[in-house]
T-cell receptor
């Protein structure tokens, strides 16, 4: 049972344009969401997070939007840069379960010069 | 920022042997650490939650006798893969929970285990 889903395994974007990565979830008990960037054979690096009481959080080029009614979140990267090329994972934390994270399958972003 | 140091980064072992992976929190106290595994091009799957001074909590389907977790101090958690088999070959990552930050979790660099 995949509680966090990233339905696009890959995304290709031109440098300078916007990258939009999507994530859907099924568990209404998730109260905190995070996006991570990961390179092969390395641990994930935190990008941005959002609490379920908010619908938007912004940090520089990265913005995360949360639509609780649709159980959907998205990560916007603008402008996209070649250095953004990596695998992006969304993760969700269930309320009152000790802080564990449930990850999506990841989306491989390729930003072309 | 908070750092988790994970060793070894890569290990190759023979079937039937045991392998220990260490995760140390370098500049914070991790009362809770999480262990994940990742198969190629797949998600990070939570294996277990490690709590300092108590038994680990394992996710459904994870054999606790095969994946031994010890969290003897606030800065060290270990995962031992016992009697390793080729199907245990995977990428193992630990994560420490950092209280009071907006990122909450910091990950180790991962261990690539290959069982031959």
């Amino acid at each position: 049972d995949q509680q966090v889903k990233q339905n696009s395994p890959s995304l290709s974007v031109q440098e300078g344009r916007i990258s939009i990565l999507n994530c859907d979830y099924t568990n209404s008990m998730f109260d905190y969401f995070l996006w991570y960037k990961k390179y092969p054979a390395e641990g994930p690096t935190f990008l941005i997070s959002i609490s379920s009481i908010k619908d938007k959080n912004e940090d520089g080029r990265f913005t995360v939007f949360l639509n609780k009614s649709a159980k959907h979140l998205s990560l916007h990267i603008v402008p996209s840069q070649p250095g953004d090329s990596a695998v992006y994972f969304c993760a969700a934390s269930p309320y009152n379960q000790g802080g564990k994270l449930i990850f999506g399958q990841g989306t491989e972003l390729s930003v072309k010069p | 920022g908070a750092v988790v140091s994970q060793h070894p980064s890569r290990v190759i072992c023979k079937s039937g042997t045991s392998v220990k992976i260490e995760c140390r929190s370098l500049d914070f106290q991790a009362t809770t650490m999480f262990w994940y595994r990742q198969f190629p091009k797949q998600s990070l799957m939570l294996m277990a939650t490690s709590n300092e001074g108590s038994k680990a909590t394992y996710e459904q389907g994870v054999e606790k006798d095969k994946f031994l977790i010890n969290h003897a101090s606030l800065t060290l958690s270990t995962l031992t893969v016992t009697s390793a088999h080729p199907e245990d070959s995977s990428f193992y990552i630990c994560s420490g929970y950092v209280v009071g930050t907006n990122y909450g979790y910091t990950f180790g660099s991962g261990t690539r285990l290959t069982v031959v």
